[in-house]
T-cell receptor, first 113, second 115 residues
C-alpha cells in the first residue's frame, strides 16, 4: 500500500516570492503517478500538476513545478511568484496504476501581502 | 457543463436519520469514487466502482452503502447517521486502462452535518 507524508502542516510566503512544499511517498510499485492538488476555501479539489514515475523530466505548469527525486521518493512542489490566489490547502498524492489515490495530510499555504 | 456533480452540496440532519448523496459524471469515465474529508482536512478513500462493480471498500461501516446504477452515477446512502459522520464527502471519477492519465476529477463536495 502507498503512503504519502507531508511534513509541513502550514507554511507562509510573501507575495511574489517562491515557496517549496515538501512531500515524500512510499510505494512498492514501479509504475505510478504523483500529483499535487489544491483546495481553496471554496473546497473544490483542483489538480495543480501531475508526474508519471517513468518520466525523469520534472513536470511544470506555468508558475508551478516539481522536484521529483525517484530514488529518494520525494516529490516537492515549487510555486514561483506567489499570488494571493495561491492561498489554499495543498495535497500531495500518489496513485499506483489503476489503483486508488492516497493523499497526504495537506499543507496549508498562507500568502502574505 | 459540470463534469462531476454532487447533490446536495449541504446537508444538515439529526442523528439516527438516513440520508443519500448523489453523484453523476459526464466525462465518460469508467471508475468512480467516494472520499471522506474530515474536520482536519484528511482525505480518505471509502469506495471505488469500476463499470458498476465495487472494487475498493476501505473498511467503511456497513451503514454506508454505495450504489452504482450505471457507470456515470455513484450514489452514497448512509443509515443511522452518527455525529462522527459529519464531514465533506467528495465524489470523483477517473479513466482506467490505456487512456488512464491517473488523476481524479472531483465534484464540489457535499458537506454533511449531523446534529
Amino acid at each position: 500500500a502507498q503512503t504519502v507524508t507531508q511534513s509541513q502542516p502550514e507554511m507562509s510566503v510573501q507575495e511574489a516570492e517562491t515557496v517549496t512544499l515538501s512531500c515524500t511517498y512510499d510505494t512498492s510499485e514501479s509504475d505510478y503517478y504523483l500529483f499535487w492538488y489544491k483546495q481553496p476555501p471554496s473546497r473544490q479539489m483542483i489538480l495543480v500538476i501531475r508526474q508519471e514515475a517513468y518520466k525523469q523530466q520534472n513536470a511544470t505548469e506555468n508558475r508551478f513545478s516539481v522536484n521529483f527525486q525517484k530514488a529518494a521518493k520525494s516529490f516537492s512542489l515549487k510555486i514561483s511568484d506567489s499570488q494571493l490566489g495561491d492561498a489554499a490547502m495543498y495535497f500531495c498524492a500518489c496513485r499506483n496504476r489503476d489503483d486508488k489515490i492516497i493523499f497526504g495530510k495537506g499543507t496549508r499555504l498562507h500568502i502574505l501581502p | 457543463d459540470t463534469a462531476v456533480s454532487q447533490t446536495p452540496k449541504y446537508l444538515v440532519t439529526q442523528m439516527g436519520n438516513d440520508k443519500s448523496i448523489k453523484c453523476e459524471q459526464n466525462l465518460g469515465h469508467d471508475t468512480m469514487y467516494w472520499y471522506k474529508q474530515d474536520s482536519k482536512k484528511f482525505l480518505k478513500i471509502m469506495f471505488s466502482y469500476n463499470n458498476k462493480e465495487l472494487i475498493i471498500n476501505e473498511t467503511v461501516p456497513n451503514r454506508f452503502s454505495p450504489k452504482s446504477p450505471d457507470k456515470a452515477h455513484l450514489n452514497l446512502h448512509i443509515n443511522s447517521l452518527e455525529l462522527g459522520d459529519s464531514a465533506v464527502y467528495f465524489c470523483a471519477s477517473s479513466r482506467t486502462g490505456s487512456t488512464n492519465t491517473g488523476e481524479l476529477f472531483f465534484g464540489e463536495g457535499s458537506r454533511l452535518t449531523v446534529l
